[in-house]
């Protein structure tokens, strides 16, 4: 049996309001989709943006896996249903890093 490193803390910033109030629940969902890494996660970076544009919140997170840079962004009415669009794209990213 192998053991996993442990995941590294996720670096958030945020802008605009209503950051403060789904950083927990941002945090928690990045975390999630890094367990699912096919390698080691060396950093995660986090930015929530609800003040960009009237009406559209953004959620777009920097992870180095092992070396290499996955992105992924998305955007929504609010900030939960941007980072839960983010946390979908987060986890393709790494399937198909996985599969490299």
Not at 60 to 79: F, I, Q, S
């Amino acid at each position: 049996m192998t053991t996993r490193e442990p995941l590294p803390t996720v670096q958030l910033q945020g802008h605009g309001e209503g950051c403060d109030e789904v950083a927990d629940y941002a945090t928690g969902k990045v975390q999630v989709a890094l367990q699912h890494s096919p390698a080691r996660v060396l950093f995660a970076r986090l930015h929530l943006d609800s003040a960009a544009t009237p009406h559209t919140a953004v959620a777009r997170v920097h992870v180095d896996v092992n070396g290499t840079d996955v992105h992924a962004r998305a955007e929504a009415p609010t900030l939960r249903e941007a980072v839960d669009l983010m946390q979908d794209r987060l986890r393709g990213q790494l399937a198909r890093f996985g599969r490299h």
